[in-house]
């Protein structure tokens, strides 16, 4: 199980969110890329970036930070916010980026937009975000609720090809409320995927409950740079 740190970007400052609420932002850094070089000197070897005003305006709006970023780790990165077209995935890659994270484009999928980036680069190299808030997957930067459960999402993306997934529990996220256990481990049950959980993780418990139950990654964001969590716990599930 990989341990990801996760360097938001908002105004090209490495931020965190409450719940996802833009108004309750918090700033950790001015410098996003020390950030990256800070988390590298811990022993990660996988660094999950989002750009968050990419995600609420459906298009890239930190890439020249992000680029910058990527350039200067060797570090291996999986990124989304604002991802909407072929020619933004392809940029990304050709930085030398790993994996390309879907989320708002995903769930409203025109033009078969998933599978067509599948079967462009490869399922190991696409991932989709399932942003969950009372039972509703939510997009564009998790301001818009759909009428789409967690499961039914999962399921439609399945049929597409999509092997890798990031569950993320809103209500939880940047509150150190701890992990939806009990729900993961349906979804593990009930599909055959690639899972990576975020959202409360704020203790070893934490890990090692989704260490248990199998998932593949876990993102720690606001735990990390409010101390919650030592960051030399990377390395002991590398």
């Not at 994996?99 to 995903?106: P, R, V």
């Not at 409203?108 to 980036?117: G, R």
Request: hydrophobic share 35%; aromatic share 10%; net charge negative.
């Amino acid at each position: 199980m990989n341990i990801i740190p996760a360097i938001d970007i908002y105004e090209n400052k490495c931020v965190r969110l409450y719940k996802g609420e833009y108004d309750k932002l918090t700033v950790y850094s001015d410098n996003p890329v020390e950030v990256i070089q800070q988390w590298r000197s811990y022993g990660a070897k996988w660094i999950h970036i989002i750009d968050l005003e990419g995600a609420r305006k459906g298009t890239p709006i930190s890439k020249e930070l992000i680029t910058e970023m990527v350039e200067k780790t060797n570090l291996k990165i999986q990124i989304g916010g604002g991802i909407r077209n072929l020619d933004t995935i392809k940029y990304y890659f050709s930085l030398g980026v790993e994996k390309i994270i879907l989320g708002s484009a995903a769930i409203k999928n025109e033009n078969n937009f998933v599978s067509k980036s599948i079967d462009k680069y490869g399922a190991n190299h696409i991932t989709v975000s399932v942003d969950s808030s009372n039972g509703k997957v939510k997009s564009e930067g998790w301001e818009i609720e759909m009428q789409l459960s967690p499961e039914q999402f999962i399921s439609n993306m399945i049929e597409e090809g999509v092997t890798n997934f990031i569950y993320t529990d809103i209500d939880k996220d940047g509150t150190f409320g701890g992990v939806s256990t009990n729900y993961i481990s349906k979804i593990m049950q009930k599909f055959q995927i690639n899972l990576t959980v975020a959202g409360g993780v704020s203790s070893d418990s934490d890990i090692n409950s989704l260490n248990e139950l199998g998932v593949n990654g876990v993102i720690i964001g606001k735990a990390f740079y409010e101390n919650y969590l030592n960051p030399t716990i990377i390395n002991k599930y590398s």
